[in-house]
Structure formats: C-alpha cells, structure tokens
C-alpha cells in the first residue's frame, strides 16, 4: 500500500476526516454518480477505478452512491436509497485528440449540466509511461473531475487531487483540501435540501 493510502487509511481508522476541525461533527452527504462507460473497461479496471473515488471523497466525508445506466429516474434512486441526493454523470470516453498533440486534459466537467468527460485514452497512454496503474489514476481523474462540479470555477490548488495536471506518483495525498472538503460537504446538503 503506497504512503497516501496508507495515510488517508490511517486518518478513517482514526476517526479523523482531512477538512473536518478537531471537534466538528461529520456529516455523510452522498452524491449520485451515474457512471457511463463507452470504452469498455475490465470489470477489474472500473471496481478498483470506483474504489479509488469512494476513497478519495470517504476521506472529504463524502459518500458515493452509485447508480447504473441508463441514467433512472432521481426519485426512484432516492426512494432506494431513502434519501434524496445530488446527481452527477461521468462518462468515460476516448478523446478524439491524444495528448501527443498538446491537450494533455485527462477530463473536462460541465457545471450547469452536472456533466464530466474522463478520456481513457489519454490516461492510459501517460499512465502506461509513467509505470502507474491506469485504473487507480481513472479514479482520480474521475474523483477530480466531479470534484470541478461540486466545487467554485477555478478550483484547481497546487496540491492533492485538484491540482491542474494528473499526478501519476503511486504514493502521496491523492484527496481534497480541507477547505475544499469542506466546500463539496456544504454544496451537497445545500442541494440536497432544495
């Protein structure tokens, strides 16, 4: 197990929640990801790639609920899940232009649509390069992008998982500042209360 999620590991087991004061009570907002793939991954690839965000956002005090596709109706995944949730759509894909030609995006999210594009390709290609799992770096891009959708316009931070570039380290804090953690809590039971 690399440091970072030795670490975050470490801080559930804890009881501690980075973005959470000493003494703050942790509310558990969950968050509806309807998950589309289009490029056909292993059923091996997209559990540890689902894996790697539930992690990311249980440490931002976050619960990931995920729903399948075709997208279903949000009052019935509330009535499964007894409660009503924020829903975003990821879909994974495969950009029409490959990062050899200068756009090295792993994603792009649309906030007014609560909509976010993962490039399988371009992860894969760069992950492959820099001898990282494709699969684990899937999940953070993923984690980041629905981060951009939960978070303010400009959001990207010099480190942690909202960095603008992928960091491809097999080990480090691959999670949400603090305050940003803080921010996705309060936006998803803001929206959950409307």
Known sequence: MGRGHWLAGWLIVAGLTPGVAAGEAVDRPGIVVHLVDLTQQTDRDLAVAKIEVER????????????GHPIPN????????????????VFLTNSQKPASEGD??????????????????????????????????????????IGHLLLPLHSHIPFGIMQPTIDFAPIGLHIFEPGQAKTIRTSLMTLASR
Not at 56 to 67: L, S
Not at 112 to 128: H, K, L, T
Request: proline fraction near 4%; glycine fraction near 8%; include cysteine.
């Open 56 to 67: 990311i956002f249980r440490v931002a005090g976050v619960e990931i609920i995920w729903a």
């Open 74 to 89: 949000p009052s019935s995944v509330a009535a499964q899940h007894g409660c009503i949730h924020p829903h975003v759509v």
């Open 104 to 145: 090295e995006a792993g994603g792009e999210a649309t906030r007014e649509i609560g909509r976010a594009y993962v490039f399988r390709n371009r992860i894969v290609a760069e992950s492959v390069h820099h001898q990282t799992d494709p699969a684990l770096v899937l999940g953070r891009v993923m984690a980041h992008e």
